[in-house]
């Protein structure tokens, strides 16, 4: 990760002054100069002037973008990068900036990453490495996002992110679980979004589905409409949580039926009568978080199980 810790950042840092907590509404435009550093890094420059690799790349990104914004080009400009970058650097739509940067970064893993892009482009940083300072640049300007897993994602807390919404991604990415990752993935994009309702429904769509992936992997009779109250009684039937105790099992019993279905099943799932049901942000980020370090705590099991 190319980052250099400057004089003046240091001491800033020694006198406090770094964010505490995180902001989602305002990208600063120190945050979108380096973001268009990193892309120009990654995308890289041709090598030959008869090929026009990098070219191809903008381009794709660029059609992509103009297609599903519904215009014809992201800003006036002479070429497909630059209209690309100025998008990054000048717009004031933030949600939409973020959509530039998730598709950006995403071409890096899945079009450059592992090809032979760079026989053909100099480029200054390979795309792991873009990632990492990406989300390094969001943590220093105290810019409540990360990349993972392929799309941008809310964190609300470096703490909680850390310990368990980023290993749950990794774990996830088990093809075993590819299921469980893009209902997770969708939960977190409705948040994002402010889709609270719709968070809870894909939130317990995930933990359902982790649990139907460990009882299905493990052979454990299960009806393919079972709920989680039923899941979770087959995993506690076969031995899946350790069985310290019977107290204790019906503590995690009861702690995984009163979380994360239960908050869906009362503000999500059902219908809401004449009155529309209003679900708060920090219900949907409990309900998020929660499910998380569930999914977390039964893949986990699941592997530890002999």
Known sequence: MRVRELFSRRQSKLRGEVPEVYTYAELPSQLRAQIVHIITDAFGEDRYPHLHDSYEVYEAVHQVLCR?????????????????????LRSDAVEQVLDVVEVCFHTMQNAIAGSDYSTTVDTKIDPNAAVDELNYRFRQHGVGYQFESGEIIRVDSKFLHAEAVKPTLKLLRDHAFDGANEEFLKAHEHYRHGNNKECLVEALKAFESAMKTICDLRGWQINPN?????LIGACLRNGLLPEFSESQLMQVATLLESGVPTVRNRQGGHGQGAAPTAVSNHTARYSLNLTATTILYLIEANEALS
């Open 68 to 88: 599903e914004f519904g215009v014809f080009s992201l800003t006036p400009a002479n070429s497909n990068r630059e209209a690309v970058l100025n998008f990054v």
């Open 226 to 230: 079972d709920t989680a109250k039923k």
